[in-house]
């Protein structure tokens, strides 16, 4: 019984040997764990190639759908997920055909010392994921989903832009037309924090290319001819956001106070409860 009992313990204290893969079950863990890595550092085109070598080892594991989720995750309303060449997932709005960028959330200084009163303080803000169109809202986009004419003071009609053009942002829009575009599509106005994280784009210059203007990045009075253009002729931002500054203002969904930076809160601040101007 000693000797049972010794022999017993002997074995416990043994290190267990690793498992014995056959080479291709190896290869496919190998790319899995690579695509993880890939997608750790944020190199989404990796992750995905990684992963399709694993896919074509094993297709229905288990594994490759939950990889796959992580890398472009299935976000109600929109299809075709694809990568696009800053390493960021773009989606097609299936009611509208617009085209998102899927942001990913983090924290950034808000506002602007430089600015005016109503920028400042600079504020820590924290954002979770979120969804920003691509480019602003064309006038083609526009007249198919507002049927009816639009509640704007200026222009009416399905296209109340002054400068037409299919391809060419919707102006001349109020808030409130904006508001009813949004609900008859399922989408949303960002927020203000949202739009300036999208906007700056992880970046901390004066503008998201630089401190100085560069005309190749924004339409502004000096070389737009006082007139809108096509969207994206201009370099996007590190998100692939086009015509983030100039062309024209962009509507968000927030009440608007002067002093709002001084009481914000940190977490996906929403702007006052209430207000007289958007």
């Not at 014995?20 to 190199?43: A, D, G, H, T």
């Not at 997932?89 to 506002?111: C, K, N, Q, R």
């Not at 203007?213 to 931002?237: F, G, L, M, Q």
């Not at 956001?241 to 024209?248: C, H, I, K, P």
């Amino acid at each position: 019984l000693l000797f049972v009992c010794l022999a017993v313990a002997q074995q416990k204290g043994k290190k267990p040997k690793p498992p014995v893969f056959p080479q291709e079950e190896q290869s496919f863990y190998l790319f899995i764990q690579e695509s993880q890595k890939q997608l750790e550092n944020r190199k989404l085109k990796d992750a995905m190639n990684a992963l399709l070598n694993a896919e074509k080892l094993r297709p229905d594991d288990k594994a490759v759908s939950e990889m796959r989720a992580k890398i472009t995750p299935d976000i109600e309303g929109m299809k075709e997920p694809r990568i696009n060449e800053f390493e960021y997932v773009e989606y097609i709005h299936a009611g509208t055909g617009i085209v998102f960028v899927l942001i990913p959330g983090g924290t950034f200084d808000m506002g602007s010392d430089d600015g005016a009163a109503d920028e400042k303080p600079v504020h820590k803000v924290t954002l979770g994921d979120f969804l920003i169109a691509k480019h602003e809202v064309i006038q083609a986009v526009w007249q198919e989903v507002m049927l009816k004419e639009t509640k704007s003071a200026v222009g009416g009609g399905n296209n109340p832009s002054f400068c037409k053009g299919n391809t060419m942002p919707v102006e001349h829009v109020s808030w409130n037309d904006c508001r009813d575009f949004c609900r008859k599509t399922d989408l949303r106005l960002p927020t203000e924090a949202e739009w300036e994280y999208a906007c700056r784009a992880e970046t901390i210059t004066k503008y998201y290319w630089g401190n100085e203007i560069d005309w190749s990045y924004a339409w502004y009075s000096d070389n737009s001819e006082n007139r809108t253009h096509t969207v994206c002729k201009k370099k996007p931002n590190g998100y692939g956001l086009y015509d983030m500054s100039g062309n024209v203002w962009e509507w968000c969904q927030d009440w608007y106070k002067d002093d709002y930076y001084q009481n914000s809160s940190q977490n996906n601040p929403k702007g006052p409860e209430e207000g007289q101007y958007r």
